[in-house]
């Protein structure tokens, strides 16, 4: 005998919904349309979304806190050649019907491309309408088409562009229509892209490159947004004491929370580096000895940070105080708030 | 039917510590008792406790009738509540509710037919006792995981949408009392 959930009253169904994952309620949602606004009456209430989009493939992620540990699986779409008539069901996706199938154990609903062109639209509209709430929208973009495909979404928190082909008119398009952004994540090298000095990815709150290379200089010179995480960075000298100068300075640079640079760094340019900035030793006073982490910028989780062996500088007329801390691969600059 | 749980050996130890222990009846008549600290996890029968005035003195000279839950349910509810009147309060944590696993031991007790789980939730959620809904709500949640739509539909006696427009256009078209 089934467990008649639909007949439990409206309190016992939002503790219910609570033990349920992301990915079992997306499929409840899809048994009927009495489910569907069963869930609409939980008022589930989730802070963010992830569209991971690729070419064949839309996966989805949500979160109920802005934690990125606490992102979970709601659903991924794949779109399919064929579809086995034995296995081909019919559910309604975004209010409009789609024939679809389920692989065993599996929570990717496969369809057919020719026949449900709009699967992504379909899809957001579908989980729109499954939280009360207005999430944040990050999107994890894999190829040109769905930089274009995405322009569908009302707005958009944080971008990750995970394909290599990216033009600087893209990106800027991007982020005029989505100028609510919070953070960038760049997958590709930036170093032939023509990004201005007055490019919008400057001004961005966080900024990750993860190839950043030769784009390292600029990204150090231009940004003025909170958090900068610069990978396989090609680094010198003076671009970097001219950032940490500027903030000192109170020049620029005003939210600086972190600059991680990940790039070999000899012994000799740390020495030369804190020698010029003036920097002090930690006096186990003056600021904590852990590090919150925080960059709030997609895939890149917060943490604290052992920094008793960073060294210390001071803003002008005595501002915040910042630390440097240097490793064999990684050079990081923090403020303390 | 004798329902008169099984005394386990954390209640002796709690009847030495602290003597008070409770009667309740349930609705079909059983009688069981209860310690002090497993009846507090009930949120009803603690707050009925403290409005009658119920003492140490006359705890078990005036048992609490209890209409809503019957013998079986209550069996299983003083059990839990024994076995969990020791534990300390769960993480104040979000996620903590997705991610917790169920006590095996709990888990046994849970593994009852769905009807027998329909009722239990039900007499969970009069009663109050957040734990044991918690436990019911993670065996239900465990019941979806992984499952399609039509698994899902079989699961929990969801009706397609043509089943649903026919249920209600019977229901439209059956005479109302009057005839």
Redesign the interface.
């Known amino acids: 005998?089934?467990?008649?959930?639909?007949?439990?009253?409206l309190?016992?169904h939002i503790?219910?919904f609570?033990?349920?994952?992301f990915?079992?309620i997306f499929?409840?949602s899809?048994?009927?349309?009495?489910?569907k606004r069963l869930i609409q009456r939980i008022r589930l209430k989730a802070k963010k979304l992830r569209y991971t989009i690729d070419d064949d493939q839309i996966s989805v992620l949500g979160g109920?806190?802005d934690d990125e540990r606490?992102l979970?699986s709601i659903t991924t779409l794949k779109c399919v050649t064929s579809i086995s008539r034995k296995k081909e069901?019919s559910?309604?996706l975004g209010g409009e019907p789609i024939k679809c199938s389920?692989g065993r154990?599996?929570?990717t609903l496969k369809y057919l491309e020719p026949e449900n062109e709009d699967a992504l639209e379909l899809l957001k509209n579908h989980i729109d309408s499954l939280f009360h709430s207005k999430p944040s929208i990050q999107l994890k973009l894999h190829s040109p088409d769905s930089l274009s495909s995405s322009d569908i979404f009302d707005d958009v928190t944080d971008t990750s562009f995970m394909f290599e082909n990216l033009d600087a008119s893209g990106i800027e398009e991007h982020l005029t229509n989505y100028p609510n952004h919070h953070s960038l994540e760049f997958f590709s090298d930036l170093t032939k892209r023509e990004l201005k000095q007055h490019s919008q990815i400057w001004e961005i709150e966080g900024l990750a490159l993860l190839g950043s290379y030769l784009t390292s200089s600029r990204a150090m010179k231009y940004f003025s947004g909170r958090c900068l995480i610069l990978h396989n960075a090609e680094i010198s000298y003076s671009p970097l004491i001219q950032m940490i100068r500027k903030w000192q300075k109170k020049d620029g640079l005003h939210n600086l929370h972190a600059v991680v640079i990940h790039t070999f760094a000899s012994d000799d340019f740390v020495d030369a580096l804190l020698d010029e900035l003036n920097a002090l030793d930690w006096d186990g006073i003056r600021r904590p000895k852990m590090f919150n982490y925080d960059p709030r910028i997609m895939n890149n989780s917060q943490c604290e940070s052992d920094f008793s062996d960073a060294y210390d500088i001071q803003q002008e007329d005595g501002g915040k105080w910042g630390s440097i801390l240097a490793a064999k691969d990684q050079i990081a600059f923090v403020v303390w708030d | 039917m004798s329902v008169e749980p099984e005394v386990p050996i954390v209640q002796v130890e709690e009847v030495r510590e602290n003597p008070v222990l409770y009667k309740i009846i349930s609705s079909d008549n059983h009688v069981f008792t209860i310690s002090e600290h497993a009846v507090k996890l009930s949120k009803t029968l603690w707050d009925l406790i403290t409005n009658l005035g119920l003492t140490a003195e006359n705890a078990l000279d005036n048992p609490i009738p209890v209409e809503n839950v019957n013998g079986k349910n209550m069996e299983t509810i003083v059990q839990f509540c024994e076995r969990h009147k020791y534990d300390e309060e769960e993480p104040e944590y979000t996620n903590y509710i997705r991610e917790f696993v169920l006590p095996e031991w709990d888990r046994q007790l849970l593994s009852i037919d769905n009807e027998e789980l329909f009722q239990l939730i039900l007499a969970t959620n009069y009663l109050d006792i957040q734990k044991l809904m918690d436990y019911c709500c993670r065996v239900i949640g465990d019941m979806a995981k992984d499952k399609t739509p039509e698994e899902l539909r079989i699961i929990y006696g969801i009706p397609t949408d043509a089943e649903d427009d026919a249920l209600e256009r019977s229901a439209s078209d059956s005479p109302g009392p009057s005839g």
Do not use: A, G, W, Y
């Open positions: 005998m089934p467990l008649l959930l639909s007949q439990f009253p309190l016992i503790e219910i609570k033990h349920l994952e990915e079992s499929m409840l899809l048994c009927s349309e009495n489910t109920f806190t606490d979970e069901i559910v309604k389920f154990n599996s929570h």
